[in-house]
């Protein structure tokens, strides 16, 4: 069964940093592009990052510059740093990935950045 559980999120002021961490079970992860969406409240879901099995990233230009995706293979792990937090950044942040015309999401973790 394939599962992926973010954490990391919560309350921050704006300028600060989170590091959000999306672990996978029930899958090969090592093979899985993943991705970080984010949906803020009455907005529709958005791609923030994505990074490849080969480590290429690439980000929407809203936080270019202040998001870094990541993963840890040995670990199932995909992470998003983000810094120079602004409150636009409010919202749930997901991880996701498709495979075989399956895609499957996480329960997402709140981000809140406050003015």
């Known amino acids: 069964q394939v599962q992926l559980v973010e954490s990391g999120g919560g309350l921050v002021q704006a300028g600060g940093s989170l590091k959000l961490s999306c672990a996978a079970s029930g899958t090969f992860f090592a093979t899985k592009t993943m991705n970080w969406y984010r949906q803020a409240p009455g907005k529709q879901r958005d791609l923030v990052a994505t990074i490849t099995i080969y480590g290429t990233t690439t980000y929407a230009d809203s936080v270019k510059g202040r998001f870094t995706i990541s993963r840890d293979n040995a670990k199932s792990t995909v992470y998003l740093q983000m810094n120079s937090l602004k409150p636009e950044d409010t919202a749930v942040y997901f991880c996701?990935?498709?495979?075989?015309?399956?895609?499957?999401w996480g329960q997402g973790t709140q981000v809140t950045v406050s003015s």
């Open positions: 996701n990935y498709a495979t075989g015309g399956s895609i499957y």
